[in-house]
């Protein structure tokens, strides 16, 4: 994959209605990846301390949300600590992006991206 780094923001770099900001946060479900689209991968972790911290930062600023359809395509384990959680790090959700975006299969990009200790997994 080809990247380019910057110091300026997405905000100043792309128009407001082709960013789309992934937060686990969002109702909007993301069904498909639009190559006319800018996708945020979020670097906050705001799964307990400040919960939906990263929806709220997209809707400050006007953006469209979305989440990773985890629900969607997967059932919750049973666990010990009975933990579940659809908060992954920047390079689980860049897996899960690229997988899809080869395959066209929800279920094989979250195979690839979502560990088993997020206490989710594909049904049988």
């Given at each position: 994959?080809?990247?380019?780094?910057?110091?300026?923001?997405?905000?100043?770099?792309?128009?407001?209605?082709?960013?789309?900001?992934?937060?686990?946060?969002?109702?909007?479900?993301?069904?498909?990846?639009?190559?006319?689209?800018?996708?945020?991968?979020?670097?906050?972790?705001?799964?307990?301390?400040?919960?939906?911290?990263?929806?709220?930062?997209?809707?400050?600023?006007?953006?469209?949300?979305?989440?990773?359809?985890i629900?969607?395509?997967?059932?919750?384990?049973?666990?010990t600590?009975?933990?579940?959680?659809?908060?992954?790090?920047?390079?689980?959700?860049?897996?899960?992006?690229?997988?899809?975006?080869?395959?066209?299969?929800?279920?094989?990009?979250?195979?690839?991206?979502?560990?088993?200790?997020?206490?989710?997994?594909?049904?049988?």
């Amino acid at each position: 994959f080809q990247m380019d780094t910057t110091q300026e923001s997405y905000l100043d770099l792309f128009p407001l209605d082709a960013i789309v900001y992934l937060t686990p946060d969002s109702e909007n479900v993301l069904e498909d990846i639009d190559p006319n689209k800018v996708y945020v991968l979020g670097g906050l972790v705001d799964e307990s301390i400040h919960k939906k911290l990263t929806l709220q930062r997209a809707q400050e600023q006007s953006l469209q949300t979305a989440r990773l359809p985890i629900r969607e395509y997967m059932v919750k384990t049973v666990n010990t600590k009975n933990y579940h959680s659809e908060t992954l790090a920047i390079n689980q959700v860049f897996d899960v992006l690229s997988t899809y975006y080869e395959t066209r299969s929800w279920p094989a990009a979250l195979k690839a991206g979502v560990s088993s200790g997020k206490g989710y997994v594909l049904p049988d």
